[in-house]
């Protein structure tokens, strides 16, 4: 359907889902500063304000963005080993969808994920230190721990100039992931036990 076809017929079905998928688009084409509703509502082929009734600004829009993103993250992970392991998988999870939206990471680094929303996406991975008898705030240090371990670590990775991108520079990245990942959650496991 054309542009000029569209106008004059029924307009374009508009959902928060296919918004965020849309501004996800943007975001990891163009960059953070080109995310405007303006230039959102042109990706979908409507008025920019018919956004407004999703979300009520921006910052709105960014805190569904962070959360679309995090939900993403959580969803790649099997929370159904040890809880060291599902920690590590979280870990390791988290930094793919990160790396796989290089544009997004500093975004995710200063907007916090719903608080609500993320207690229910990591309902499997608390589960996993419940059953092993840890207390539910010991569990939450731990997560949000490796998160920020993430988040910071990624950080540092695609805030490095493209040029110090060889294969050379990505093992170096990798191994020093994984080098502090398993040292925090072998520190956990000690401290929790």
Do not use: C, K
């Not at 054309?2 to 004059?8: D, L, V």
């Not at 304000?49 to 963005?65: C, E, I, K, T, W």
């Not at 939206?101 to 995710?108: G, K, Y």
């Amino acid at each position: 359907m054309t542009e000029g076809r569209r106008r004059a017929g029924r307009p374009a079905v508009l959902s928060t889902e296919r918004i965020l998928a849309a501004a996800v688009e943007i975001l990891d084409a163009e960059g953070l500063e080109a995310l405007t509703m303006r230039r959102l509502g042109l990706q979908l082929g409507v008025a920019a304000m018919s956004l407004y009734r999703h979300f009520p600004n921006r910052d709105a829009l960014l805190g569904g963005v962070v959360n679309r993103l995090f939900a993403e993250a959580v969803s790649a992970y099997a929370p159904d080993a040890t809880w060291p392991e599902a920690l590590t998988g979280f870990g390791l999870a988290y930094r793919r969808t990160l790396l796989a939206h290089p544009h997004a990471v500093r975004l995710l680094a200063t907007h916090p994920v719903n608080v609500d929303l993320g207690l229910e996406l990591l309902t499997g991975l608390l589960s996993r230190f419940e059953a092993a008898g840890i207390a539910a705030h010991d569990a939450l240090t731990a997560v949000q721990s490796v998160g920020v371990y993430v988040l910071g670590h990624t950080l540092a990775q695609v805030g490095t100039p493209p040029e110090h991108h060889d294969d050379a520079a990505l093992a170096f990245y990798d191994h020093w992931f994984d080098s502090g990942l398993i040292a925090m959650v072998t520190g956990f496991e000690r401290q929790l036990v």
